[in-house]
């Protein structure tokens, strides 16, 4: 891998960027790597032989090592043509700085057409394999069965009057498995932990923060604690599940009914999976007192019988190639004279000023689509959400309030927009909370929820007009406290949705773009036509980075069928 000095490179091309009408240190920093690392690559090609660019065109003879057309003597072969694509690095440099998409994910500049990432998670136990070693505490993944998994528990909790937190249950509820010949077989009280047998015996502790599936903890023996006469032995009075049942077998069975409340569902299942918990994700506080207590430490007794828990490493590495976009030209001698003697226009610049803007344009769209994605992605886990008919907590149906039949009276177009922005900052916290690291940043939505945003009171004009955005692009229309309002020139006036999302560093989870080659130039004469023909491509790649990235964007969506915001 190239290693550059980034602190030089940064010196070296910030006063270019600037006179480039490119503002702020971030787009510096990473414009100035990504400009260092594409002079070398171009210097590649120099380097190697005598010439640069198309000059120097040499006879095409033969070479003996086939594919050898860059004259490298020191490859066995003859010289080839010197055909070969051009980096051109002021052309890479317009692109990346009039691509306004880029303002919404952070950038990690490649040296090479492929980067690998390396994450460490921190998970409760450290089992290898999770179904067959039965960790302590773990996540199960019903499957095709978890809509009827949820009911089942969700009717627990709530017949009992249990209160959940972020990740987890106010009080310990304890379930029975449907396992032949256990205690748990003739019913129980959620509420009371078993004493005399642990057999058939599990903890409910809550659904997961990120996926919303719901998370156990067996019970195992401690060595200490049945020691007897004989030694250390097994005691399936003090163990979970026996010692033949795997852990998704044993959930498999289902669930015994409990003999304080009604539940609603079904309680067996047929499909399920085991998954280690992130202690980063879902914190489980009673972990560390061993489940003895969630409230207070262990005694001395407690603590010399148990042993103590375990969270270890988990080490995952991610390859990101970079994918190709690429579009050319056509032009014909007489257009170029025509054009230039009637309008004086020099067509043959003007088209790759044309080419420069439709792969800005696509890259940001690609951008867009790919953050509305991770969106409609948390959507899943928000409040209030069953299926995609359905509305979140951060849903708006204006129809509601104007005329509807939940309206509480006296309400107004401005309090409507005035919800809007609620809504928003409602998401926002939500974002705050369940991603941690930190409150959104800005809104990319259509022109018409972003008019309705704008005749708001506290709403900021965009106090800077960029002087490199092209028209067709997104484009920012102005700031809401310290939010960013983008609108999305290609978003139907009645697509209704806003994205609240945050922007975050490359080392943090999120959408990152990633370039190798902004601009790479391949130009020649048409033997047809004796005219010059153009093809500008990019490389690069749009990838979701970090543990659960989709967890710092919402997607917002907002019913208005009587038009009342526009």
Known sequence: MVEINLEKAKKKWTPLLENMGVSGSERHEWMSEYAEYHQVNENAYSNLGNFN???????????????????????????????????????????????IGLDLVSVKPTPGPKIDLMYIDFAYDDNTNPTNERPQVFKIDFGTDKDNAKQYLESIIEGEGIRKSVGGLKERVFLGLNITDTEADTGYDPLVEPTEGKLGFVEFLGFSRIDLKPMFRIFRQANVATQGPSGYSFDQSQNSLPKETAVTEAFESGFVDPST????????????????????????????????????PQTREQEEENYPGIIAPRVQSKTIQAGTIEITTSLKRTEIEDIKANLGIDIVQKMESILVNELSQTISKQIVDKLFEMGDLNRESAPGYVDDSSDTVFDLNVDNYLGGTVSPGGETSHAVQRRLVTKILHASNYLATEGRVGPAQFVVTNGKLAAALSDISGYTINPTKSSVNSTGQLYPMGTI????????????YNDNRMLVARKNNPDQPGI??????????????????????????????????????QKQYMTIRVTDGSNILA
């Open 481 to 492: 406290g310290d939010v960013q309002i983008y609108v999305d020139p290609y978003m139907l």
């Open 512 to 549: 990152v773009f990633v370039p190798y080659l902004m601009a790479q130039s391949i130009s020649l004469l048409s033997e047809a036509t004796f005219a010059p023909r153009m093809l500008l491509r990019s490389r690069y790649a749009v990838a979701e980075l970090g543990f659960y990235p």
């Open 261 to 296: 409340s009604g539940v609603t569902g079904s309680g067996t299942f047929s499909d399920s999976s085991v998954e280690l918990v992130s202690a980063l994700e879902d914190h489980l506080p009673a972990f560390s007192a061993n489940f003895e207590s969630d409230k207070y």
């Open 53 to 99: 660019g198309m000059q120097g065109v040499r006879n095409p003879n033969v070479a003996a090592n086939p594919g050898n057309s860059l004259g490298v003597s020191d490859f066995g072969g003859d010289t080839g043509s010197g055909d070969y694509g051009q980096q051109l690095l002021p052309v890479a440099m317009k692109i990346a700085a009039q691509t």
